[in-house]
């Protein structure tokens, strides 16, 4: 006898379980980005954890903030390490410092508790940055080295480019879990060792002039 053909509802099930599941393994999800596919990745978070679960990796959902990501389950004691199906990503100190100061950016807004949208212009970035980098006195270079940061933090899902908007972008709220209290404080740590190491060059700089 031929098989029949599954239930419109179960196909429907099976290609929302997809889509989900693909979306994360892609990167973060974010609910105003794709509405249908954050609720039935609400709707299926019990089942997408049992999913990857075996995979040595955990879901990770904050309905608050709306985004979902993956993330590499922490071995427990006695179990074999899986490889990474997530990759660390080595991060140079400035996009380390592109980071922190958007991060900082979050926290004034929430300490305000406008719940606003934190969109800045590539040149309000800039004006950021330009503060804990040596003056070169070459304003090009500078922007060129702050748009390739720039494509990096994007491609990591911490910031969104506005559509129709050329040099403005959005900061996205995932960056709190990515930048907690321990690492801000560890990399504020590392920044005033810079900023007193730049200050000394200045100075030497200064005493070596004729």
């Known amino acids: 006898m031929p098989v029949a053909d599954a239930q419109p509802s179960e196909a429907a099930g099976r290609n929302a379980f997809s889509l989900v599941l693909v979306s994360l393994m892609k990167g973060v999800v974010h609910a105003e980005d794709a509405p249908k596919n954050w609720q ?42 899986l490889p990474r199906l997530v990759p660390r990503r080595p991060l140079g100190f400035q996009v380390s410092l592109l980071l922190v100061l958007l991060r900082k950016k979050l926290a004034e807004s929430d300490a305000q508790g406008d719940g606003t949208r934190i969109i800045l212009s590539r040149e309000q970035i800039a004006d950021l940055v330009r503060v804990f980098l040596p003056d070169s006195g070459n304003e090009a270079r500078l922007m060129d080295r702050l748009d390739t940061h720039l ?35 560890e990399f504020d740590r590392r920044l005033a060792a810079y900023a007193e190491h730049l200050k000394n060059e200045s100075a030497a700089e200064k005493d070596a002039e004729p």
């Open 40 to 81: 039935a990745l609400l709707d299926l978070q019990a089942r997408v954890r049992d999913h990857v679960a075996p995979l040595g990796l955990e879901l990770i959902v904050d309905e608050a903030e709306g985004y979902a990501y993956l993330r590499q389950r922490v071995v427990g004691e006695g179990e074999p390490e």
């Open 151 to 185: 494509n990096k933090v994007v491609e990591m899902g911490f910031l969104r480019r506005l559509r129709g908007k050329d040099g403005e972008f959005e900061i996205q709220r995932i960056l709190k879990a990515f930048v907690d209290a321990q690492w801000l404080s």
